[in-house]
């Protein structure tokens, strides 16, 4: 009977252990933080562990048979086990089992197995199962920390494979960082250098060594002239270590903003984490382009009084080298005039949302430090496409327009996208937002949430909220500014969805803004 319970228990192991192992994927294999997500969302099992608990009980008061006991804990290890969903096919980010997952797994069920034969020794036998239930996530993590020494050896080997091809093949390398802004700075200036001369961008929001190394491994030919490598920050020194990998010929850096106070405490951390792109830039002979706003915090403003005939900065300050003046927004697209060297531009796109007038301008400053032409780069961002799912206009075959804002979110891309909502409205119809919030701001979550919330209800009549016990200070807010608005609360993104195509009608307009991955959005109920 030992094997036979020990086999529902391997199987109910597995099922479990790839439900723990998608949460732990989408936080980057870091044991403390996925831990205190299990901790933090109360992930940890009760059903089967109830279940078993109360088979001990009725064993020891009842004395029941033998046979009994072991009987009642493979039912219930295998009917759990059969319900338990499978995060591969059914999660809104798929568990991706790539070749770490897969080690990650495995090694964990031995481990798993190796603790379930030491627990025979245990003298209550529902006891030792109980353990092991509870076991599993820590047990993930654990395998995870034994495979550390071979996961590195991997990764500096495809580091240095990576790394010796750039130097090999020689690109313009350019890199981009930013707590917004980056990814779409990335989108337009690949469109219009690539009508310069072949240019390889890493896709979507790619910003990891390993993302990196990957397509530099896979897709960077000998015909590409420019790489273009968005690089996000984890930590200070992370753009540093992303610099040694693909030395920057130039900078840009797009904000400086509150997006990863979850992560660095403060907007000092950030401001000097980001600018570890600009010094090694500078440091090989490059150039920074930069915004002007992000010279507002000490550690930028005192850099660029070092480095000042280096960098070129754009904002609408008459001292700026690339110089923003008017901004049109119109159901067609934005149009922004700039003025370089002397000369004014218009650049006019089929992008919408007032945010993205810092970002064609970036990209047309860059595009010029690169050496196109001013006039061809014009020509170049006209046919620039929409950016997916960032303020991406979708006219629906009812009549409704949905702006699909759903990557991500932070403050300046929200009120920009709440601003849109304007724009598209017709007649009698409803300006309706479904949001879940903004992720990673740490302390800053509530003030900015609160600030939201009070410029939503200028421009939003119905708030579907997504997740509505991470938003209290934007719904609140929200109610006071708009006591006429309704607030209509989603426990999962499908709970709106479902709304929508039951109320919507063919003059609302709708904006998503932000769809949470799993590890916000999903409650384990196990």
Not at 263 to 279: G, P, W
Not at 296 to 305: E, G, M
Not at 480 to 503: H, K, M
Request: hydrophobic share 45%; with cysteine; aromatic share 8%.
């Amino acid at each position: 009977m030992t094997a036979l319970v020990w086999a529902a228990y391997a199987l109910f192991a597995a099922r479990r252990g790839l439900t723990y192992l998608h949460i732990f994927q989408q936080e980057e294999y870091d044991g403390g933080r996925f831990l205190r997500w299990v901790f933090r969302r109360r992930a940890l099992d009760r059903r089967a562990s109830a279940v078993l608990l109360i088979i001990g009980i009725l064993d020891s008061v009842l004395s029941l048979p033998k046979v009994v006991s072991p009987l009642g804990i493979c039912a219930a290890l295998l009917a759990i086990a059969a319900f338990e969903r499978d995060p591969r096919r059914l999660a809104k980010k798929q568990l991706v089992m790539t070749a770490r997952a897969k080690r990650t797994f495995w090694v964990a069920f031995v481990l798993l197995s190796g603790a379930s034969a030491v627990t025979l020794r245990l003298p209550w036998p529902t006891l030792r199962w109980i353990l092991c239930v509870q076991a599993i996530p820590f047990v993930l993590v654990l395998a995870s920390f034994c495979l550390q020494p071979y996961e590195h050896r991997i990764q500096q080997r495809f580091w240095r494979e990576a790394h010796a091809k750039l130097m090999s093949l020689k690109p313009m390398i350019i890199g981009l960082t930013g707590s917004y802004g980056k990814t779409s700075v990335k989108h337009i200036l690949g469109h219009v250098i690539g009508a310069y001369a072949p240019t390889l961008s890493t896709p979507g929001s790619v910003n990891t060594p390993m993302g990196i190394a990957r397509i530099v491994r896979e897709q960077l030919g000998p015909h590409h002239r420019f790489f273009l490598c968005e690089m996000g920050a984890y930590g200070p020194g992370s753009i540093e270590r992303l610099c040694r990998l693909a030395p920057p010929d130039l900078a840009i850096i797009t904000a400086i903003g509150p997006a990863h106070y979850e992560r660095f405490k403060s907007l000092e951390a950030v401001a000097r984490t980001k600018f570890e792109l600009a010094q090694y830039a500078l440091d090989r002979g490059g150039k920074l382009v930069v915004t002007h706003d992000v010279l507002s915090c000490p550690y930028p403003r005192s850099f660029y009084q070092t480095h000042r005939d280096r960098i070129v900065v754009v904002g609408s300050d008459l001292c700026c080298e690339l110089r923003v003046g008017a901004v049109d927004q119109t159901t067609q697209g934005i149009s922004v005039e700039v003025v370089w060297a002397g000369t004014t531009y218009i650049l006019r796109s089929r992008l919408y949302g007032s945010h993205h007038a810092m970002n064609l301008a970036m990209a047309f400053a860059a595009a010029c430090v690169l050496g196109m032409a001013p006039g061809d780069a014009v020509v170049a961002i006209g046919s620039v496409p929409q950016v997916s799912h960032r303020l991406e206009v979708k006219r629906q075959p009812n009549g409704h327009v949905l702006i699909d804002d759903a990557y991500n979110s932070n403050p300046v891309g929200f009120v920009n996208g709440l601003q849109l909502l304007n724009y598209f409205r017709r007649g009698s119809g409803r300006r309706i937002l479904v949001t879940p919030g903004m992720v990673e701001l740490g302390t800053a979550h509530d003030e900015e949430h609160r600030k939201i919330g009070e410029c939503t209800g200028r421009h939003v009549d119905v708030l579907l909220a997504v997740v509505p016990q991470r938003i209290d200070p934007l719904i609140r807010a929200y109610s006071q500014a708009n006591p006429q608005g309704t607030v209509i609360s989603c426990s999962a993104f499908a709970d709106a969805q479902r709304w929508l195509e039951a109320n919507v009608r063919s003059e609302d307009v709708v904006l998503l803004e932000n769809d949470l991955p799993d590890l916000y959005e999903k409650k384990l109920s196990l």
